[in-house]
T-cell receptor, first 111, second 114 residues
């Protein structure tokens, strides 16, 4: 089955700096790559996604890039703010929308 | 439009007891899923369904059962609860047309088996 690895497991940045989280996947048939943000004690929420026919997607301060050849994708957050502090999960999907999740990255933005 | 509604929010079970976690969505999504999230870990797929009457196993199905009699409801049954089933359980649904789409999650059920 699909295997998704996510790095780093923890990331601490100063407010205003950029943060980058990287994921690799094993199944070349995966075609949809969502990112979720989970605040403490809350449900995961979709923040951005990318499909296999697109190399990059941006939404305000967040962007995602995909390298199908290398089977890796990354989340980029610019101008980080304290409210960006959360656990971020990447995922990879192919059939029936089933997603395999990475183990998460705990991002701390220090004021 | 409530999204995905899960009940209960918290539950303590004794070893060997059984219970059903309820999940309902009002977005007319065909795809529904049950995941468990252990502390500090990602989400592991237990069962999923692509439509009413159709269910299939995910990565960690042992000790669980599901049914999907309607598009809206996707309950998860725990039989003979064990301490290893202590976890947070999330139900999710997604739109099924024009390719894969992101999940809408329920608020979760925090289950402790003692």
């Amino acid at each position: 089955g699909e295997n998704v690895e996510q790095h780093p497991s923890t990331l601490s940045v100063q407010e205003g700096d950029s943060a980058v989280i990287k994921c690799t996947y094993s199944d070349s048939a995966s075609n949809y790559f969502p990112w979720y943000k989970q605040e403490l004690g809350k449900r995961p929420q979709l923040i951005i996604d990318i499909r296999s026919n697109v190399g990059e997607k941006k939404d305000q301060r967040i962007a995602v890039t995909l390298n199908k050849t290398a089977k890796h994708f990354s989340l980029h957050i610019t101008e980080t703010q304290p409210e960006d502090s959360a656990v971020y999960f990447c995922a990879a999907s192919k059939t029936a929308g089933k997603s395999t999740f990475g183990d998460g990255t705990t991002l701390t933005v220090k004021p | 439009n409530a999204g995905v509604t899960q009940t209960p929010k918290f539950r303590i079970l004794k070893i060997g007891q059984s219970m059903t976690l309820q999940c309902a969505q009002d977005m007319n999504h065909n795809y529904m899923y049950w995941y468990r999230q252990d502390p500090g870990m990602g989400l592991k797929l237990i069962y999923y369904s692509v439509g009413a009457g159709i269910t299939d196993k995910g990565e960690v199905p042992n000790g669980y059962n599901v049914s999907r009699s309607t598009t809206e409801d996707f309950p998860l049954r725990l039989e003979l609860a064990a301490p290893s089933q202590t976890s947070v359980y999330f139900c999710a649904s997604s739109f099924s047309f024009t390719g894969n789409h992101g999940y809408t999650f329920g608020s979760g059920t925090r289950l402790t088996v003692v």
